[in-house]
């Protein structure tokens, strides 16, 4: 598995460049003859294709976004042994010159041994490929993420793509979420609606940004998919109104008597 986040350890891995462009290890020549390992930042193809142990770029929205489309996500199929939902995978393509993929979140119908602990998601052994695709993009990496993973994904036959962009253009925060669909081999773009949202019809959501953050709705029903740490702050409401409820019932009777 592709590691995302960049542990520092030295002052040299906090720099901006090894933060923004991702890094690896690389086995350097020191003037003395001996060799140290250093971290180096990626380059645009490792970045489009990674492999085991490299570290991709990240962010607090990259990482929130990612983990919400996980989460959510995983919450929709949990009863499904069928279907698979992952972040941070290698994909192994089956097809002949194609680089692996380490897409933030996929998701593949049909597959089996859904429990299984896997360090690749390896497409000629899984019998199926991912059919939806959620990218966050990376700023250093913005041409790869909204261009070259286009004719890439749509080359593997990802049925529908993804993209969540946020950037700062002319001093303001510009939110802005794209979708593909592959038809007869070829993606065409996905109109949003009236809010902005991507209807995907491969996993039944419209999906969209409000105020910064990833929003996932039942594309039939309309309702609001929430994330774990929403249902939990559901709850906590919830009980809290019970709470109050209660207390405030308990004065009444204090003070009246029995409800009639």
Sequence with gaps: ???????????????????ECGWRFASITQPDGTIAQQRVPLTSEEFLHPQECFHLPN?????????QAKDILTRRYANDPTTGVFRDLLIEWDIAGQGDHCPDTFVAFGITNKEQNRSKF????????????????????????????????????VQEYVIIDRRTQRGQVVEE???????????????????GRIRC????????????????????????LLSSLELEAAKASAEQQAAEMAALLERYRERFGELP
């Design 1 to 19: 598995m592709v590691r995302s986040p960049s542990p520092p350890s030295t002052a040299s891995d906090r720099t901006p460049e090894l933060a």
């Design 59 to 67: 962010s607090t929205f990259h990482d929130d976004v990612a983990g």
């Design 122 to 157: 390896i497409v000629a052994d899984e019998g199926v490929r991912p059919a939806f695709v959620l990218e966050v993009v990376s700023p250093r990496y913005r041409k790869e993420d909204r261009e070259a993973k286009v004719i890439e994904y749509a080359r593997t036959r």
């Design 177 to 195: 979420v794209l979708g593909y669909r592959l038809v007869e081999g070829l993606y065409q773009p996905i109109a949003p609606d009236e809010e």
């Design 201 to 224: 019809d491969t996993v039944g959501l419209l999906i969209g940004l409000q105020e910064g953050g990833l929003v996932m709705d039942d594309a039939s029903t309309g309702e609001r």
